[in-house]
């Protein structure tokens, strides 16, 4: 049945794409009409059609770009990308499956072997189980990282992977290796959510939110899980994040809007653990950030050569005059500035890289020098300073998160956002703890390899054990399966999400009706 409806522009933007796709199918046209307009009904209709292909039916067409989800967003580009119809490309995706819900992800994956059907080349990075069982080919690189990594592992189809021997992506697939449901899990401290123990939002109803309250067992690993787009971040980033930063640090953001927060009084800081970086230029590195080059640069200056000299510990400093080379300032590199072109950094000549002057490196500890001491790995300076327990205790944390092949003072340019995360949770392990701190990751497990997952999570317990709470947005089902509390937004993504489903503990979401997460969830934990 051909329905008279009519419509003007701005009514048809306000439509989800899957109403409009019904709206352009059902358009009443005489004969002339369809002469004229076939050709751009026809566009109109393919274009939405991939839209609703790759699970973005429930935007509105005159929705802001900047509002959009990170998953919604790549997902729109792979859109576009099969509506173009080209040949003979090559498409090369960092990490297609980074906020994406597994239920989201079946459907990423039909994506790409359109791409491929439609005769192009498609490169995925990727650490996602599903994925690597869909490719047709698979390139494994390892076997360690950093400076143990570097080689291929394994290559060929699915089978080929599996039977090899040094992989350790091969080892969790086939199953001879996997992460270890907890025996035990924490529970609240209390069953009434208006007592101690719990934190809670009341009434969030920012962007997609149904005025829900959600309740934050204190003291527990939470993670908060949904489809793409059911209001994850919006819950956690927008309000509770805003909301704590404006009662511990007057924030000048605004939280999303909300009626009220309960039970903050129970925690004494709120901490973000992002992949951000943790600094933009070379004299950064993991060791100045740590903290565990002051009590090192004190050693040298209380060795007695540097006492007969007179040396403190801005002498051992590559940022302050006095002991650095003075022709880079201590960088270790010139930065020369092009025009046009990205700057270019050379090893200066007078150090040769070194960041010292003669005289500094003149001091040595157990027969190393401070250059020397920053060319070590985390692996080798744990070993090395075993004895000094102010550097040993911050190094070994960065051991405990698996950075142990990162050099003492490789640059924080050069570390990828995963490594820059872990040397971030590595210096909160270090700190000590009050065990009142209030913790949020969102998504810690991107870019992180089946092993590395293991590390985070035994990180993220360690902190958990302490007392602290820790809230984590994660669709990944392995860190999913050993939280203690989960907190499930839904059913759907969009206007069909932003209500809660169920909250309670894994095995409590993988039985309950309508959760997509639960579906997923269950034959992880039989």
Not at 64 to 92: D, F
Not at 149 to 166: H, M, P, S, W, Y
Request: aromatic share 6%; net charge neutral.
């Amino acid at each position: 049945t051909r329905t008279e409806r009519t419509l003007n522009i701005h009514q048809f933007t306000e439509l989800t794409v899957e109403a409009a796709a019904e709206f352009i199918s059902q358009i009443a046209l005489s004969t002339q009409q369809k002469q004229i307009a076939s050709e751009v009904v026809r566009e109109i209709e393919s274009r939405l059609q991939f839209l609703l292909e790759v699970g973005l039916g429930y935007l509105t067409l005159d929705r802001e770009s900047g509002t959009l989800s990170g998953g919604e967003a790549q997902r729109i580009r792979l859109a576009t990308q099969i509506g173009s119809g080209l040949a003979g490309v090559l498409y090369v995706l960092d990490e297609p499956s980074i906020g994406l819900h597994q239920r989201d992800n079946i459907r990423l994956l039909g994506t790409l072997n359109r791409l491929r059907d439609l005769g192009n080349s498609v490169i995925v990075v990727e650490h996602d189980e599903e994925t690597i069982r869909a490719a047709d080919h698979i390139i494994d690189l390892g076997p360690g990282a950093g400076p143990r990594g570097g080689e291929i592992v394994a290559q060929g189809n699915l089978d080929e992977i599996l039977r090899a021997k040094n992989s350790i992506t091969a080892d969790y697939l086939s199953g001879r290796a996997r992460i270890a449901i907890p025996r035990q899990r924490v529970g609240p401290r209390s069953i009434n959510h208006a007592s101690e123990g719990w934190l809670t939002i009341v009434g969030a109803s920012e962007n997609n939110l149904k005025n829900v309250n959600a309740s934050f067992p204190l003291g527990c690993f939470i993670c908060v899980t949904g489809v793409s787009g059911s209001g994850k971040s919006t819950l956690v980033d927008d309000i509770l994040r805003r909301a704590l930063f404006r009662h511990f640090y007057n924030a000048k953001e605004k939280p999303g809007a909300f009626r009220g927060l309960r039970g903050v009084d129970q925690i004494d800081k709120a901490i973000v653990i992002d992949q951000s970086a943790i600094g933009r230029t070379p004299r950064s590195n993991p060791i100045t950030y740590s903290g565990a080059f002051t009590p090192i640069r004190e050693l040298f200056a209380q060795l007695p050569a540097a006492r007969v000299r007179g040396y403190d510990a801005g002498r051992f400093s590559f940022n302050v005059k006095g002991g650095r080379c003075e022709n880079c300032e201590g960088g270790g590199l010139i930065k020369i500035e092009m025009h046009f072109l990205p700057d270019v950094y050379v090893e200066c000549e007078v150090c040769h890289g070194r960041r010292y002057n003669r005289e500094t490196l003149e001091i040595t500890y157990k027969g190393k020098n401070i250059a020397d001491v920053l060319d070590l790995s985390v692996d080798e300076a744990a070993r090395f300073f075993r004895n000094v327990p102010s550097v040993s205790d911050k190094l070994n944390a960065m051991l405990d998160v698996g950075l142990g092949y990162l050099r003492l003072g490789q640059a924080a340019t050069t570390l990828s956002g995963g490594e820059a995360q872990r040397v971030k949770l590595a210096t909160e392990l270090a700190k000590k703890a009050t065990g009142r701190t209030f913790y949020i990751l969102d998504e810690p497990t991107s870019g992180l390899h089946f092993a590395d997952i293991e590390n985070l999570l035994r990180v993220l317990m360690k902190l958990r054990d302490a007392g602290n709470t820790l809230v984590v947005i994660e669709h990944n089902l392995e860190v999913i399966k050993c939280a203690d509390w989960l907190i499930d937004l839904g059913p759907e993504g969009g206007e069909r999400g932003g209500k809660i489903v169920d909250a309670g503990p894994p095995e409590r979401i993988a039985e309950t009706a309508g959760s997509y997460t639960g579906q997923f969830l269950r034959p992880l934990l039989q």
